[in-house]
């Protein structure tokens, strides 16, 4: 499975962001997809997963701001992130868990 993330950006915090990935080489449908960053120091952290029959989970520190979704037929995974803050700087990823293939990243910055 190849994945593509894009859709970061430089944002005020407060604002919003959606991030796509894109996923290709599979039966997109079947697969758990996730998205994870790593913020600049750190470690790579789960944010958010969405399974193939479309039930969700979120890190606490995201409930209620951010929301993955998935469409099969574009084989694309969403997270749009609202009221974003500072401390969502970082790299997101996103992950297929059947594979264990991950996206090249795409960059969130939140200035204050």
């Known amino acids: 499975v190849q994945l593509q993330a894009y859709g970061g950006g430089m944002v005020q915090a407060g604002g919003s962001l959606r991030l796509s990935c894109t996923a290709s080489?599979?039966?997109?449908?079947?697969?758990?997809m996730g998205w994870y960053r790593q913020a600049p120091g750190k470690e790579r952290e789960f944010v958010a997963e969405i399974t193939e029959s479309g039930a969700t989970n979120y890190v606490d520190f995201v409930k209620g701001r951010f929301t993955i979704s998935k469409d099969n037929v574009k084989r694309r995974v969403y997270l749009q992130m609202n009221g974003l803050k500072p401390e969502d700087t970082a790299v997101y990823y996103c992950h297929d868990t059947n594979s264990n293939s991950w996206g090249q990243g795409t960059l969130v910055t939140v200035s204050s």
């Open positions: 080489g599979s039966v997109f449908g079947i697969n758990d």
